[in-house]
């Protein structure tokens, strides 16, 4: 049965080895690569054995999924063999899970030795790379760009609580692990339906073991392996296609689309539409960009500052694996900006605010035992030194979590996506049209069109990233009601330039300052949340709600942020502001992923109302992603790898259950499954 992923400490691999110096593993007493050889295994069981390189070749993408990761050396070992082949694909992907990761300290010091072994050297560049990104041992899905087409999806928990969540799908399998003998739940028809699954139209699977049970689960779960010479020591070895007698499971994994003109329209220049913009450009796709603005980043994405951090939760609950996973994924990209993060993530601090919240903080970091480098408890002591300030309770420390100005965020990933893109400001997208399909496509292109009819531009996809358009632009696909979006006000104080000169680093709590990121500028603190105020006007009243806040979050300054300080009707009338609007929903959840079909649920509403999100018609070629809250800059960056790989049918960046969470046909299927 599979558990909440991401529900349990991570227990990092020990680094160890065997009096000859191999790679070994404590946990189950068994080595992490053949004795033959760290290298010869992986080429000639995995790649061999599924008939690596020449089945990749004249493909856009190939996907692999593997069952244990260990050193990465069969991932190190595809990537060397793609590297060196002319008629690679475009997109390489290699999916793995791991229990027991090394640290990433721990796997450089294991793998930089076998570097000397003959044959490995050129490897050298490729272990330094894997090193340099590889993530502190956090539960869930990690997403790793470690060259331009090369994408490791790495999930840190065990087998059963990540793969049943798995959106993939597969074109190869490497069925690896510790031997059957010392390693027994990874050899079990459990494992084997989990991949049967994943497994596309022409799938293969290759193991370095021949263990009869093994052989004869295999060819139950639909692959039809045989026997073949092995390597090394190994007699013999299993490979063989998927190809099940009948139909064995439920769903069809994601298979890679046809050929189009890989044209996107992305409505919106926020972090939203900026990162979608990326993303696809990435991919090979040209996109035209409308935002009626006369710049990027101009509405929510204005603010000069926002802080970034992930949530917590005792229960680790959806929105606290939902924001890990952004916040990770978005520092990998933004530290490839050209020019660099357009800010600081070099910490930020949650204080508590009572003794009450205290002990809970300390409680969950003791239950969770994060390690140092995501996120950390600190005593008063600790805390007042990195702030900067004295403050009356210790809090949670992230290393990593930060402040940066989203619009310059916004630039810097457009200016990234690179001549591929097309951004047009000053347009406003009123009305988008679906063109009838031309013979045989499951559906025809979309048009952009403005206020007088004229078309805009017309492409195969378009991606709604403007919250505040998005119920007039889906109604005609989607009903409001099942698009629920609210506009929540929130302005923002200006701190005068001599307020808080020892300020480090952000500290949130009850609301938040953070240190200018404008030389000359004063810290920023805030921000109001009112429903229901469509004034756009900064007020006095809000900047001494945020300064009473303030005057909480740091006691020490209780007299400058009070009522008889910049609180003070007077004072508080001669700062400077901004109000912008977020964008929410009922759930407070982004709204990511591909729009439904209403037209067609209409026809089979009997039988979806106790269906699955799965199960529900989707619109050829229209997607979203808002709503975003006060999280854009954790969400955005995620939620258009999500989009973007749901229009590639390349493997999702994370597990069904948060897609699931944020999928934009859930208030729909909630009214379905009520009747």
């Given at each position: 049965?599979?558990r909440?992923?991401?529900s349990?400490?991570i227990t990092p691999?020990?680094?160890?080895t ?7 593993s404590?946990?189950f007493?068994?080595v992490?690569?053949s004795t033959g050889?760290?290298l010869g ?10 008939g690596l390189?020449?089945r990749?070749r004249g493909?856009d ?14 991932f ?5 063999a793609w590297r060196?082949?002319?008629?690679r ?10 229990k027991f990761p090394?640290?990433?300290?721990d ?6 030795p076998i570097?000397v072994?003959?044959?490995m050297t ?14 502190s041992p956090?539960?869930?899905?990690h ?10 999806s790495?999930?840190f928990?065990?087998?059963?609580d990540l793969m049943?969540?798995l ?6 399998f490497?069925?690896d692990g ?5 390693n027994?739940?990874?050899w079990?028809?459990e ?8 497994a596309r139209?022409?799938a293969t699977l ?7 049970q093994?052989?004869r689960?295999?060819i139950?779960a639909?692959?039809q392996?045989e ?5 090394g020591?190994?007699?013999?070895m ?8 009948y ?6 994994p994601?298979t ?5 003109a ?13 990162a ?6 990435a991919?090979?796709?040209r996109?035209?960009?409308?935002e ?6 101009a509405?929510a994405?204005g ?6 951090h992930?949530q917590?939760?005792?229960?680790d609950?959806?929105l606290?694996r939902l924001t ?5 994924y978005?520092?990998?990209?933004w530290?490839t900006l ?9 910490g930020l601090?949650q204080?508590?605010m009572?003794d009450t919240?205290a002990q ?7 239950a969770?035992?994060y390690p140092?480098a995501?996120?950390?408890w ?8 990195l702030?900067g300030?004295?403050?009356a309770?210790?809090g949670v420390?992230?290393p990593?979590?930060?402040w940066l100005a ?9 200016v990234?996506?690179?001549p591929?893109?097309?951004?047009r400001?000053g347009v406003?997208?009123e009305?988008?049209?679906q063109?009838?399909p031309?013979?045989?496509a ?8 403005d206020?007088?009819g004229r ?5 195969d ?5 403007a919250a505040d358009v ?8 989607l009903?409001?009601t099942f698009v629920?979006?609210k506009?929540v006000r929130g302005?923002l104080t200006?701190?005068p ?15 938040y300052v ?5 030389g000359?500028a004063?810290?920023i603190t805030?921000?109001?949340y009112g429903f ?5 006007h900064?007020r006095?009243?809000?900047?001494q709600?945020?300064l009473r ?10 007299e400058?942020f009070?009522?008889?300080?910049l609180?003070?009707?007077?004072a ?5 502001g901004r109000?912008a609007?977020?964008?929410?929903v009922?759930?407070?959840?982004p709204m990511?992923g591909q729009l439904p079909?209403l037209t067609?649920?209409e026809r089979?509403?009997?039988r979806l109302t ?14 979203a992603?808002?709503?975003f809250g006060?999280?854009g800059l ?12 749901q229009i590639?049918?390349?493997p999702?960046?994370i597990?069904?259950?948060?897609a699931?969470a944020?999928?934009?046909?859930r208030?729909?299927m909630q009214?379905?499954?009520?009747g």
């Open positions: 049965m599979s909440r992923p991401g349990r400490p691999a020990r680094p160890s065997t009096e000859d110096g191999t790679p070994y404590e946990a007493d068994d992490y690569h050889g760290a295994q992986a080429r000639y069981v995995f790649l061999g054995g599924n390189p020449e990749w493909r993408q190939f996907v692999i999924v593997e069952t244990g990761f260990g050193l990465g050396l069969n190190l070992a595809t990537w060397a060196d082949d002319p008629q694909p475009a997109r390489l992907h290699f999916v793995s899970v791991e090394f640290r990433p300290l796997l450089r010091r294991m793998l930089e570097l072994q003959p044959g050129e490897l050298a560049p490729l272990v330094q790379r894997l090193c340099d990104v590889w993530p956090v539960a869930g899905w997403r790793l760009e470690l060259a331009p087409g090369v994408i490791l790495v999930g928990g065990d087998f059963f049943p969540t959106r993939a799908g597969a074109d190869a490497y069925l510790f031997a059957p003998a010392k027994p739940d990874m079990s028809s494992v084997f339906k989990a991949l049967g699954r994943l139209d022409g290759a193991t370095y073991t021949a263990v009869g093994v052989r689960d295999l139950a639909g692959f392996v026997r073949h010479d092995g390597y020591p190994k007699r013999s299993l490979a063989g296609p998927y190809a099940p007698p139909r064995m499971r439920r769903y069809d994601p890679a689309p046809g050929p189009r890989r044209e996107a329209i992305v409505v919106g220049a926020g972090m939203a539409g900026a979608m913009a990326r993303q696809l450009v991919r090979g796709w996109v035209r960009l409308f009626r603005a006369q710049a990027p980043g509405a994405s603010n000069p500052a926002g802080v970034f992930p917590l939760s005792a229960d609950n959806v606290s890990r996973a952004g916040f990770l978005a520092l990998s990209q530290r050209p020019g660099g993060l357009p800010g600081r993530a070099d601090l204080v508590a009572t919240e809970a903080l300390q409680e969950l970091m003791a969770h035992a140092e995501y996120a950390k600190v005593d008063v002591t600790q805390a007042c030194a702030a300030q004295t403050l309770h210790g420390w992230f990593e979590g930060g989203p619009a310059m965020l916004c630039r810097a990933e457009l990234a996506a690179g591929s893109l097309d951004a400001y406003s997208v009305r988008l049209e063109r009838p031309s013979e045989g499951a559906g025809g292109r979309w048009a952009a069109l206020e007088t078309v805009l531009a017309e492409a996809v378009v991606i709604v990233t998005s119920q007039k632009l889906l109604s005609p696909y009903a409001p629920p979006v506009r302005q200006f701190l330039p001599d307020v808080l000169p020892e300020l480090r680093i952000p500290v949130c709590g009850d609301g953070a240190p200018s990121l404008l000359g004063g810290p805030g921000a109001t229901d105020d469509p004034d756009e900064v006095v009243g809000d900047h709600a945020n806040r303030l005057a909480a979050l740091l006691p020490a300054h209780a400058v009070g009522n008889a300080g609180a003070s009707e007077h508080a009338a001669e700062l400077g109000t609007f977020r964008a929410l009922p759930d407070r959840l990511a079909d067609a649920i089979q509403r009997q106790g269906g699955h999100l799965r199960d529900l018609p989707r619109l050829n070629g229209l997607y992603s808002f709503a006060s999280r954790v969400f955005a960056s995620l939620c258009a790898e999500l989009v973007a790989s590639e049918g390349e999702w960046p597990g069904s259950d948060l699931d944020i999928d934009p046909a208030f729909l009214a379905l499954r009520k």
